[in-house]
Structure formats: C-alpha cells, structure tokens
C-alpha cells in the first residue's frame, strides 16, 4: 500500500546509527517524518539523533540487538506506549563476513544469521501486530542486498542471509494480501559504506591483508553513496512496489 505523504508518519529504523541505515533515516526526515532509531552503539546513535534533529523533525533513539528477541519485544511494546503505532517499519541491521565457505566459522555463520536474518524476522513479529491492529495504509520494508540476488564469492554466509530475506519477505508479502501494509525489498549493489571496512575478526583466513585493502579502496572509489538507497526505501514506501534494487 503506497504511501504518498510522509510528514508525520512514524518510520522506525533498525541499524540506523550509520551508513545506509543513516541515510534511510535522512531520506524519511527530509520529508517530515517522525523518526524512531534503533541501534546496539548508543555513542553513534546519539550522533545520528543530532544529525536527524539539524532537520528540524523529531527523533527518538533505543538502544537495542535486533537478534535479541527478548529485547525486540519489549522495544515494540515500549515503541507502542510511547508513540503508537509505527507507519513504516524498516528492517535494515546487518553485518558482513568475508571469506570462504570452508573459512567462514560457525560462530560467524550464527551471528550473520541471527542479526541479518532473526533481525528482520524480529522486527516484523513484534511490530507487525500493533501496524494490523491500528489498520490504515503502512509499509514494511527489509533491506536485503544484490547478494540475495545472485551468488557472491567468499560471501557464503551474507549471502545466504540475504537471500532469506527475499524469501521472508515474499512469503510475508503474500500473507498480507488483503490487508493495507505492503512489504518491499531494497536490494543494495556497490555501495560506500563503514560495512566494507572490514575489521580482522570479519575476515576468513583465506583472505589476504592486501585484499582487504584493496576491497575498501574499490568500494571507496566505485560504490554509490549510501544516500541512494536511503532514496530507494522512501521510493518504495511512496510507491508500495515490491523489490528495489
């Protein structure tokens, strides 16, 4: 269901402390929109919350892990309380692992999983019941990547992430026929974002330093602003299409 209008309308943001999720949260704020911020680095959230504010809109911030279900419920119910409910929902929190199959440990298969996959599914089983109950036109969106699209090399994990996004998704966007919320996908490409700069412990040992390197200098010089896909999800929202990429 397209939403044409966006002042005033509450969007919350999940991963919105920097990079694309900060953007996602300019493009809404930029139309009037009542921003509702979510992140696990409070010091960069409370900085994006100056940011937003020099627009002269409202922005509210909490302090949570989107993989933690506990915690997602009790934000949607205090979420809820204190400001109704949300307009727009948009599940963007992620992270990144690079390295092979073989060299990519379970432990980093459970956090992709768990932040990308279950912080999405989170978000939408805790604030989704509030949206129908309120009814009206509202809007979900789920950032995915172009990694959920096609295969990515040494990506397995993020991959794998992304294309069960797609998948939820879809499914949700069907079940939510008949209803006034719609369900989009964004699909990021190339993008210039703190993501790309990965640290040590984001790396398979099959990966060498210099490629590290010279992966943050391509993103660096070829990727697109991040305020591309910040556009997009509003686009998305505007327009209730389903998948943007």
Not at 91 to 118: D, E, K
Not at 161 to 175: F, I, N, P, R, Y
Not at 202 to 218: A, C, F, H, M, W
Request: proline residues 4%.
């Amino acid at each position: 269901m397209a939403i044409k209008n966006l002042k005033s309308k509450r969007v919350l943001v999940t991963g919105a402390a920097s990079g694309i999720g900060l953007e996602i949260a300019l493009s809404f704020a930029r139309r009037a929109a009542q921003l509702i911020i979510i992140d696990i680095n409070a010091g960069a959230l409370e900085n994006a919350q100056q940011e937003l504010r020099k627009l002269g809109g409202q922005c509210h911030t909490y302090v949570a892990d989107v993989s933690d279900p506990i915690i997602m419920k009790e934000l949607a119910e205090r979420v809820q309380v204190e400001h109704g409910p949300l307009d727009v929902l948009v599940n963007n929190a992620g992270v990144a692992f690079l390295g092979s199959f073989q060299c990519t440990p379970i432990q980093q298969w459970h956090r992709t999983l768990n932040i990308n996959v279950m912080g999405a599914v989170h978000g939408c089983q805790f604030f989704l019941p509030y949206m129908l109950e309120a009814g009206g036109a509202r809007h979900i969106v789920n950032v995915a990547s172009a990694a959920g699209l096609a295969p990515t090399l040494n990506m397995s994990a993020y991959s794998a992430s992304k294309h069960a996004v797609m998948g939820m998704s879809d499914s949700l966007s069907l079940e939510l026929m008949g209803t006034r919320i719609s369900v989009s996908v964004v699909c990021p490409g190339i993008i210039n974002t703190p993501i790309t700069q990965v640290s040590p412990s984001g790396v398979g040992s099959n990966i060498r330093p210099d490629q590290v390197t010279k992966l943050g200098e391509y993103y660096r010089k070829n990727g697109a602003h991040p305020s591309v896909v910040g556009e997009a999800v509003v686009k998305a929202v505007r327009s209730g299409r389903g998948l943007y990429w």
